[in-house]
T-cell receptor
Framework: AQSVSQHNHHVILSEAASLELGCNYS??????LFWYVQYPGQHLQLLLK??????LVKGIKGFEAEFIKSKFSFNLRKPSVQWSDTAEYFC???????????FGTGTRLQVFP | NAGVTQTPKFQVLKTGQSMTLQCAQD?????MYWYRQDPGMGLRLIYY???????DKGEVPNGYNVSRLNKREFSLRLESAAPSQTSVYFC?????????????FGPGTRLTVT
């Protein structure tokens, strides 16, 4: 069965530190890739998505992610985090031409001033 | 344009009680989804509806039923609640099942079963 792995369960950073959250998936075919963010007490919001084209995608709030097909990875990055980035981050995958999402277990990010 | 709305926001049930979680979207989306979110497990798909009049099981359907009442509304019913169903439930919708859209999520319903 297809699965999505997020190996960082809890990340603690100081403001201005750089961030990279890992996401790997297990599926050999074409996929669509997503990062969602859930701020405390709120619903999930889309950060960025990859369907095709340039494997480096830019999202909202200065986030970006790189799709590396050979590594089955879609890591999320931000050069300098802010306290307001404190949230839970979910990687998700849908198989090509479907829209049932398979979510990773999430990474809780805490940013301290 | 409210997006995806869910009621109630919070609910406490006793084991064996039943209840229905309501979800509505005003974006004229065709497909709707119900997920549950549990600590350390991410979101798992319970049921989905690709279009009005159709529903299908997701990853964890046991103990739940759904109704796609019309294009706007997709309800989730717990017939006999169990403590294992304590979770946060999210509804989501998407314009159509083309694989090219992101899902839009509601604010969630936090359910506790004692």
């Amino acid at each position: 069965a297809q699965s999505v792995s997020q190996h960082n369960h809890h990340v603690i950073l100081s403001e201005a530190a750089s961030l990279e959250l890992g996401c790997n998936y297990s599926y050999g075919g074409t996929v669509n890739l997503f990062w969602y963010v859930q701020y405390p007490g709120q619903h999930l919001q889309l950060l960025l998505k990859y369907f095709s084209g340039d494997p480096l995608v830019k999202g909202i709030k200065g986030f970006e992610a790189e799709f590396i097909k050979s590594k089955f990875s879609f890591n999320l990055r931000k050069p300098s985090v802010q306290w307001s980035d404190t949230a839970e981050y979910f990687c998700a995958v849908s198989l090509y031409n479907t829209d049932k999402l398979i979510f990773g277990t999430g990474t809780r990010l805490q940013v301290f001033p | 344009n409210a997006g995806v709305t869910q009621t109630p926001k919070f609910q406490v049930l006793k084991t064996g009680q039943s209840m229905t979680l309501q979800c509505a979207q005003d974006m004229n989306h065709n497909s709707m989804y119900w997920y549950r979110q549990d600590p350390g497990m991410g979101l798992r798909l319970i049921y989905y509806s690709a279009s009005e009049g159709t529903t299908d099981k997701g990853e964890v359907p046991n103990g739940y039923n759904v109704s796609r009442l019309n294009k706007r509304e997709f309800s989730l019913r717990l017939e006999s609640a169990a403590p294992s169903q304590t979770s946060v439930y999210f509804c989501a919708s998407i314009p159509e099942t083309s694989g090219t859209y992101e899902q839009y999520f509601g604010p969630g319903t936090r359910l506790t079963v004692t």
